[in-house]
Each structure stands twice: as structure tokens, then as C-alpha cells.
């Protein structure tokens, strides 16, 4: 209590934020209550009809929950690990490059598109692909192929999903990867280059093992939120084409088409849960392992 | 051997420049493809589809869009007022946040830490939020509920206490103590001078967050009068009724014969153009801070 009195204004300075959290993040875990009740609109939160794990069964046995963890998992692997060795080669190259304004120039480029709101992204997709108009029927017109409805066909989403990814996040983790190879100090390739190592092997055995701790830090972060999707990337991609949805629904898809598409609120929440819950015990687990591994990379 | 290191410098330097290319290629062209289409002739799109360079050059996806300006304007009106209060806002509050938990001297700082990132670890997902904004706020059609969601993220948090840590030295706030200084004062009048380039940072992922959010509209928005500007987009580019809606409002008859494809890349155009006019000055400072966020981890 001393403290409190004694640092009040700290207090005071910090209380927004400590009630915003409370608000937008505390109060709704009790919300989870839904997850196990048949919801409806009229009843308030504890009256509505308890059925106990009934929603979890349903998502279990449809299949539906594990075709959603699959989707969400493989997504997000393969963005983590495409989106990082691509950042990697892409800003090893970059720094290599003797042009100053030539330099500066392509970074900003390929920095844009992380700019730009996914509707655009979808605007692009639309331009692109769309089966009367689209860029890309148009071109195979032009070599005499006959047009392709992409939107019918689930299995070519998952590459368009990813390489759209990709395209968009570039130049973020460009930029981070760039600052740590600014951070290189020069002595080490001087040295190297006076022991007769070539280039290529100045990049291979200096650079990229340089670049370990950023990488890990990366992906680490990444590997605690595995289980959260990017909602903005699929919703605006794919939308509510129900076509594709074997292939392309992940679980944040899910729960938001649910919320407002569908009405299935007990659902919804259930699935929430179960994504909140798995994420926990996956993000504790992974810190757990790499606590006994190397303290120094801990999340917390 | 330099023969030979010379070749591969050589041989890296022809890489490293096509690479470039052609990724920054990758990046340019799907907006070169919108803006070729916004400048083309409805017809011709419908004819030929889109290309590159426009078959047939008009102005007309403009003009359609600029007939009836009052939406595109009301919609970006209701963006700058809930970017520029979330920002202004975000920012206030944050950096009061970050820098109470950067305060060595401030006990629990540790366990209000945790209190703020447990919320990343674990939820109670979006169905219990949407709800509680809803039902319990009553928040539905409030410019509220587009500002106040955006207004703090746990990492903006982090980030901005690194960023205090390492641009205002411990010693200068005790000193600014001894003197008389109050906390909020230190704050106001040191920290917040010293740590410019963390809060640039900061207010740009804010601003960038607020100017392209739809989502906060899909979910709390009814009224088409308060939609933000990315779903007014949205809504124009996946309703294939649009231009019969937007003449409806109006009494006026359009026909059936008008620029639907090209005014939806106009309509992209006109959205996105200023966020690429201004994102030469921006990226500068967002790369320089990012740059120190990275090295200070």
C-alpha cells in the first residue's frame, strides 16, 4: 500500500492501459461460458441453456475441428518458414548490392505492399484471377489457351494463399533481417577476405550465421501464435466462397463466418476456445523446451 | 585467387541485381495492373479483359466515381477521424504505459508487465469480445467502437518500453527527481523529447492499423453512412448491385451500360492513392524504426 501511495501518479499514468485490458481482453474470458451453453439472443449470459461439451462434440465429429487445426497449422509453417528463408536471401542479396540509390529504391518497393490494406489485396486477386476479365485469363488468351476459373479450384488456393503471403510480409521481415546485417561488423569479412574466402563463402559462413539470433527470436514469436491465423489474408481472399473452403478455412475463418454468417454463437465460441486453449498449451510447451535448451531465448 | 573471387563477386553482384529486379517487379505490378484498368474503357475490359497498358484509354471509372462523391467522402471522413483520435490517443496512452513499466523504481512493474502480455498468450476469442462490444457496451454503430479496440496492442507496449529504456538514460530521470521534477512532468518533458523516433514508429503502425481496418466495421457497423473507407471499398468492389444502389439513393436512373469494372479500380485507386503518395516520407521512418527495435531486440 506504501507503494501505492508513493508512486500514485505512476499508477494513475498506467491505469488506462490496465483498464483497457481489463476491458477488451479480461472481461471476455468469462465470455467463454458460451462455448458450453445452446446460445441465444434473447437470454443474458448465464441463462441461456447449458449442454456441456455438446458444441465440442458436434466440431469434433464432423471432422470440422481437425480439418481447421490442419489447415491453420500447415499455413502457418509454411509462411513461417518460406516467409523467413526467402527474407533471409532476399536481404543477403540486397546488402550485397553496390548501388546506394538502386539499393534504397528496391527496398521501398518491395516494402509497399505491407502497406497496402488486404482489400486491395483482394482487389488484386479480383483484377488477377477473375474468370470473365481476369490478367491472368487474358494472358492465356493470348498464347491461344482457353480461360481457367481459378475460383473453382480449392488446391490452387493454397499456393495463391501463400505466395499472396509472401508478397505482402517481404519486405517487413526484410527490413529486420537488413538492420541485423548492417549490424555485422565489417572486421569479420575483412579478416576473411585476407584468409582468401570468397565471397560466397564470406556470405555462408559469416552472414548467415550471423543472422541465427534474429531468426530464432522470428520464429520463436511466430511458433506462439501458430494457432492464429491471418484472418484478413484468407477472409479477403477467399471470402464466403464455400468452393474453397476445404482447403482454405482456418479457424479464425470459421469462427467469424459462424459469428456472422451463420449465427451459431455456441458454436463459434467453442471453436474459439479450443484455439485460445490449444495456442496456450502450445506456446508454453514451446517455451518450456526452449527454456531447457537455451535459456537466453525464452519468451518469458 | 582473386581471379576467382572476382568471378563470384561478380557472379553474386549479376544475382543480386536480378533478384532485386525481379522481386521489386513482383511487387510493383499488381498496382500497375489496377491503375492500367482504372484508365481503361469499361467495354474494352469487358471485351478484352485487363491488361497491362490500357487497350483502350478513358477516364470514365473516374468520373463515375466522383458523380456521386458523397460516399467515397463520407467514408473517408469517418477514417481520418478514427485514425487521427486512435492515433493521437493510442500513442498518449502507450507511451504513459511504457514508460511507468520502463521505471526501474517502480515496483510491480514486472507483475503489470505480465498482466498486459498474459492477454497474447491466452483469450476468450472474438464471439465473447464481439458480445460484450455489442451487447454489454452497446457500442453497434458508435465511431467508439471503431477507435477503441486499435487503441493498444500489447507489443506496441513492449516496443515503446525498449524504446524509452534505451533513449532515456536511468540516470537523467533520477536527476530530473532530485531537482523537483514530478513523474508526469519527466514524462511530458524528457521522455517523450528523447524518444521521437520510438514513437514515430509507433504512431505509424497505429495510423497504418486504423487507415486500413475494415474488419472493425464489418463487425460493429450497420449504418452504410459510417462504414470506413477500406469496406466502403470493400462493398463496392463484391456487391455487383452497386451502381444501382448508388443511383437509387439519388432518384437518378444510370442504366445498365456503365463502367462497373473500371469504376472499381478507380474506386481502388482513389482509396489507395494517398497512402502511396505519402509512402515515400513514411517508409523512411519506419524503416529507421524498426531498425532500432530490431537491434535492441
Not at chain 1, 486491395?120 to 490478367?135: A, C, P, Q, R
Not at chain 1, 488456393?157 to 541485423?180: D, E, H, P, R, T
Not at chain 2, 467502437?145 to 513492449?158: E, K, N, Q, V
Request: charged fraction near 15%.
Amino acid at each position: 500500500m506504501h507503494e501505492l501511495v508513493r508512486n500514485r501518479v505512476l499508477f494513475l499514468m498506467l491505469l488506462p492501459a490496465l483498464l483497457f485490458f481489463l476491458i477488451n481482453s479480461y472481461f471476455p474470458m468469462v465470455g467463454v461460458y458460451y462455448a458450453f451453453t445452446q446460445f441465444d439472443f434473447n437470454y443474458g449470459l448465464f441463462d441461456a441453456p447449458f449442454v456441456g461439451l455438446q458444441n465440442f462434440e458436434f466440431l469434433w465429429k464432423s471432422g470440422t475441428l481437425v480439418r481447421l487445426t490442419l489447415n491453420t497449422i500447415g499455413y502457418n509453417l509454411a509462411f513461417i518458414v518460406l516467409g523467413n528463408v526467402i527474407a533471409i536471401a532476399c536481404a543477403i542479396l540486397l546488402s550485397e548490392l553496390r548501388s546506394k540509390w538502386f539499393k534504397k529504391l528496391t527496398q521501398s518497393i518491395m516494402f509497399l505492399p505491407y502497406f497496402v490494406s488486404f482489400v486491395i489485396l483482394s482487389v488484386i486477386v479480383y483484377n488477377v484471377f477473375n474468370y470473365d476479365s481476369g490478367f491472368f485469363n487474358t494472358l492465356l488468351a493470348q498464347f491461344g489457351a482457353g480461360p481457367v476459373d481459378v475460383y473453382s479450384k480449392p488446391v490452387v488456393w493454397i499456393f495463391l494463399i501463400i505466395l499472396f503471403y509472401l508478397w505482402k510480409n517481404l519486405g517487413y521481415s526484410m527490413v529486420i533481417y537488413l538492420a541485423a546485417i548492417t549490424g555485422i561488423s565489417e572486421e569479420y569479412y575483412e579478416a576473411a577476405k585476407i584468409d582468401g574466402a570468397h565471397i560466397f563463402q564470406r556470405i555462408w559462413y559469416i552472414t548467415v550465421p550471423m543472422l541465427k539470433s534474429t531468426f530464432v527470436v522470428l520464429l520463436l514469436f511466430s511458433l506462439g501464435s501458430i494457432m492464429k491465423g491471418q484472418f484478413d489474408l484468407f477472409y479477403q481472399l477467399i471470402g464466403n466462397n464455400g468452393l474453397l473452403y476445404n482447403t482454405t478455412d482456418i479457424l479464425d475463418t470459421y469462427v467469424f463466418r459462424s459469428l456472422k454468417v451463420t449465427f451459431d454463437i455456441g458454436m463459434a465460441t467453442a471453436a474459439g476456445l479450443y484455439q485460445s486453449l490449444f495456442g496456450f498449451v502450445l506456446i508454453m510447451t514451446v517455451n518450456y523446451i526452449i527454456r531447457k535448451i537455451n535459456d537466453d531465448y525464452a519468451l518469458f | 585467387m582473386t581471379i576467382k573471387d572476382d568471378r563470384y563477386t561478380k557472379l553474386l553482384q549479376g544475382l543480386a541485381y536480378t533478384v532485386t529486379v525481379l522481386v521489386s517487379l513482383a511487387c510493383l505490378i499488381p498496382f500497375l495492373l489496377i491503375l492500367s484498368a482504372s484508365l481503361t474503357a469499361n467495354e474494352s475490359i469487358i471485351r478484352e479483359g485487363y491488361h497491362l497498358i490500357p487497350a483502350e484509354f478513358s477516364l470514365e471509372g473516374y468520373k463515375t466515381v466522383f458523380t456521386f462523391p458523397d460516399e467515397v467522402l463520407r467514408a473517408y471522413g469517418v477514417t481520418i477521424i478514427t485514425t487521427v483520435t486512435g492515433t493521437a490517443l493510442g500513442l498518449f496512452l502507450m507511451t504513459m504505459a511504457g514508460y511507468v513499466l520502463a521505471r526501474k523504481d517502480f515496483k510491480y512493474r514486472n507483475g503489470f508487465s505480465f498482466y498486459i502480455y498474459f492477454t497474447t498468450l491466452f483469450g476468450g476469442g472474438l464471439v465473447p469480445w464481439y458480445i460484450m462490444m455489442t451487447k454489454y457496451l452497446q457500442l453497434t454503430d458508435s465511431l467508439k467502437a471503431l477507435i477503441l479496440p486499435g487503441l493498444m496492442t500489447p507489443f506496441l507496449i513492449i516496443l515503446m518500453k525498449n524504446f524509452i529504456r534505451s533513449a532515456v538514460p536511468e540516470e537523467l530521470i533520477e536527476s530530473a527527481k532530485i531537482d523537483g521534477a514530478g513523474d508526469f512532468r519527466i514524462y511530458w518533458r524528457i521522455v517523450l523529447q528523447l524518444s521521437m523516433p520510438g514513437i514515430a514508429t509507433v504512431g505509424l503502425f497505429l495510423a497504418l492499423h486504423y487507415w486500413n481496418d475494415w474488419f472493425g466495421s464489418s463487425l460493429f457497423i450497420n449504418d452504410p453512412h459510417k462504414y470506413q473507407l477500406q469496406f466502403h471499398l470493400y462493398n463496392v468492389i463484391n456487391s455487383a448491385s452497386f451502381i444501382a444502389n448508388m443511383g437509387a439513393g439519388t432518384g437518378i436512373s444510370l442504366g445498365a451500360d456503365l463502367p462497373t469494372e473500371s469504376t472499381k479500380m478507380a474506386m481502388a485507386i482513389v482509396v489507395t492513392g494517398p497512402i502511396l503518395f505519402l509512402y515515400p516520407f513514411v517508409q523512411r521512418y519506419f524503416v529507421k524504426g524498426l531498425t532500432i527495435g530490431a537491434v535492441k531486440g
